[in-house]
């Protein structure tokens, strides 16, 4: 099990580790102010970027993001002189597991963070800015974009997180977008009492409220074709077995590759968790953290891919990655998924087939030389 969250020493470890991996691929490696590790080679018309995550969900497993950046140092190291420069980024916070900001290496990256995220604390009150110290970056410079100005385009290799690929018998697949996700906090406030002394129909049970909300959620994305919504974290007070909950405090995520629909199931929950706070004599608070657009992938970078993984299926992702902050660059993002075992991520048990990861080697390495290739089918075509 492996639990590298932003700032910590087992992350600044792996800093360390991947720096020295593109180094020896003949990188050139520096740090930006959130710590993200960024290598570059070669020289020419324009900067394309390969790159992922290298944190992890607490008790996670090995690949989900740290494989598309292996990845990418291979595919640096092999693709030889192209007529474009390359960079690899390895973004140092993706999952969001110690602030409350998902996708902080890449928005960091690419300017989306101001100064005042420097001074962003989480319920232990650790600092972000001291967390990015730690990683050889610059909490005075956060807010300062590290992104190529002349980006080309963006591509990332990442596990499937889903049985797609297993069940097609394939090893690599190209996406077509990313679903559109909205995620926040809805807190119910109730009066705590006395387990034993206090009358059920007297009752203000901030916890009760919340499980039904929670079902609620559930009872949603059952009926609605392609939506997933998920409650995966709650906050109890006191916490204690013979009172009854006085504040609750839960997360909730929505997913949908159609905006629209998206939308409707996010506002749709938040009347029903109105409904349920009134009906229970509970106060509500909805914070809305995060609304993310659906992120359709380029058609000439998704043309390019399919001639370089000749058989490859396409496939949306209902998972958010770094392409989604990327995209508000550039609207040439690609991603290659990876068949993983079961279907498996966030866990433990993640597994990928070596043989597998081979064949995703070999198509970004086409892909790379198909890009600076003006007689590439795809170029003349226009994608």
Partial sequence: MITRWYGS???AEAADRVAGWMEDAG??????AVGNVIGRRGAGEGTFVLGSHID??????????PLGVLLAIEAADAAGELPYALEVVAFADEEGGRFPLTF?????????????????????????????RTLGGDPDAIGTRSAPDDILGYLEVHIEQGPVLQD????????????????????FQGMAGHAGNTPMRLRRDALAGAAEFVLEVERLAQRTDGLTATVGWIENEPNVGNVIAGRTRCTYDVRHQDASVRDRARDGLEAAARAIAERRRLDLDWLRRDDLPAVPMSPRLRALLAEAAPGAIELGSGAGHDAVTVSRLTSEVAMLFVRCRDGISHHPDESVRADDVAVALDVVVRFLRLLGDPFSPSDRTGG
């Fill in 56 to 65: 992890t969900v607490r008790d996670a497993g090995r690949y989900d993001g």
């Fill in 27 to 32: 990188l050139s490696v520096r740090r930006d």
């Fill in 168 to 187: 097609q018998g394939l090893p690599v697949g190209i996406v077509t977008a990313i679903a559109a996700q909205s995620r926040g906090i809805a807190t």
């Fill in 104 to 132: 902080l290496g890449s928005r960091g990256w690419s300017g989306d963070l101001g100064p005042e995220n420097a001074r962003l604390t989480n319920g232990l009150g650790e600092v972000l800015g001291d967390a990015a």
């Fill in 9 to 11: 020493r087992s992350l």
